[in-house]
């Protein structure tokens, strides 16, 4: 009889800690306020990822397959579908992830901190000290990528310019055969039109 007491009131125990607070809930609503930011950024880069990727594949289309006189045309035509694009797909991203994150973002922090937890986060999160950081992320990040291109460059050159090569040979080899199987198309195309 004692055993089963003490294994519900260790089940009462464990659903009490699982049951979130109006505090702890308000806690989770005021950091997901503060991360929107980062939020909404992230989700614009999602969306924005499928044109860039490819806007670089065009980039390197244009440069072989159209000639020189059209490219600055074209490129520009493409770059306003694009813009069309995140223009009308970045904000709808946006908005839904906002809308997601309490059930994904917010439920996670709700299950892995405890209310405690939640306020130091929030403190560290307002801290001008951490604003200050994040500020300066860019900053770090552009100081790190010169002096690493700078002290790489040497190195990575010449590699890049063997993958060039490599991949122009590839390139060629491929093309000849393609030229020849596009010749062989259209005396066959006659020949069909011939017979009807």
């Known amino acids: 009889m004692k055993i089963w007491m003490m294994v519900a ?23 997901l306020l503060l991360q929107q930011p980062a939020i909404e950024q992230a ?19 244009l440069q072989s ?8 045309g074209l490129a520009k035509d493409i770059q306003a579908d694009a813009k069309k694009y995140a223009d009308e797909a970045v904000p709808l991203v ?19 901190f405890s209310e405690d937890e939640l ?9 001008p000290v951490n604003r200050k950081f994040l500020q300066l992320g860019a900053e770090m990040q552009n ?27 590839r390139l060629a080899q491929a093309a000849p055969a393609e030229a020849a199987s596009k010749a062989a198309k259209p005396a066959k195309a006659p020949a069909k039109a011939a017979s009807k």
């Open 65 to 72: 397959q159209v000639p020189p006189e059209k490219r600055e």
């Open 119 to 127: 306020k130091q986060l929030i403190a560290i999160i307002e801290s």
């Open 9 to 31: 009131l260790l089940v009462l125990a464990s659903g009490a800690q699982a049951q979130t607070t109006p505090a702890k809930k308000e806690l989770v609503t005021k950091i």
């Open 43 to 61: 989700a614009q880069a999602l969306a924005e990822r499928p044109a860039l990727q490819m806007l670089q594949q065009v980039g390197m289309a």
């Open 143 to 169: 100081a790190l990528i010169d002096k690493l291109v700078a002290e790489t460059q040497g190195a990575i050159e010449p590699k890049v310019k063997a993958l060039e090569l490599a991949i122009g040979k």
């Open 94 to 112: 946006r908005e839904r992830a906002v809308q997601l994150a309490p059930s994904t973002v917010g439920a996670l922090l709700d299950e892995k």
